[in-house]
């Protein structure tokens, strides 16, 4: 079994969870989330997972959500996907097209919000390209402070897969005040 990192000391079960997870998404959907209060290492489990993804060869499409970035439209779908070449994107209809890179700030907008259902669709589109030639997995940190424009997105994607190698990895922060997992994981996933 490879483990996702050797420098971290005293969570193998965690790590093999992780492992077994990244095992799993060549085979079809799947998520896992690391999920606990404040301070207990998510973020380090969750930065090994993406290492490990990474050095199977997996497509790994990274988002870190921050509180203070919660108000702003498709912020975390920029990260994901604003670095993400023009081959994820061909052969989708011009509509989506125009949505995604709208969405991405790619092009001006002219002060209208793009249409979320035709970001979603292109969204799908672009995670089914991106998967069809090497398992991804689409990681995001503090899930939490997820932006709900990204999140109603991401959901809606999520919930249309059925054997596409693509897993989710997520960071959540268990709180009397957090929003919890903007992406409906326990919904979306088959």
Not at 62 to 78: C, K, M, N, P, Q
Request: glycine share 8%; charged share 20%; aromatic share 4%.
């Amino acid at each position: 079994m490879d483990r996702p990192s050797s420098t971290i000391v005293g969570r193998d079960p965690e790590l093999r969870d992780v492992s077994a997870f990244l095992d799993q998404v060549a085979t079809g959907p799947g998520a896992l989330v690391l999920e606990g209060s404040a301070g207990i290492g998510k973020t380090m489990l969750w930065s090994a997972g993406v290492r490990a993804a990474q050095t199977r060869g997996f497509c790994v499409l990274t988002a870190r959500a921050a509180e203070s970035e919660a108000r702003l439209s498709y912020a975390a779908l920029g990260d994901l996907l604003g670095s993400v070449a023009g081959d994820a994107f061909v052969g989708m209809p011009p509509p989506l097209r125009r949505a995604i890179d709208a969405a991405l700030l790619r092009i001006d907008g002219d002060g209208v919000a793009p249409d979320q259902r035709a970001v979603s669709l292109a969204t799908s589109h672009a995670l089914r390209n991106l998967s069809a030639s090497a398992p991804l997995v689409i990681a995001v940190d503090d899930v939490q402070w997820l932006d709900r424009p990204s999140a109603r997105v991401l959901s809606f994607a999520l919930r249309r897969l059925s054997v596409e190698p693509i897993g989710v990895l997520v960071s959540l922060r268990i709180a009397p005040d957090s929003a919890g997992d903007l992406l409906e994981l326990d919904r979306a996933m088959p």
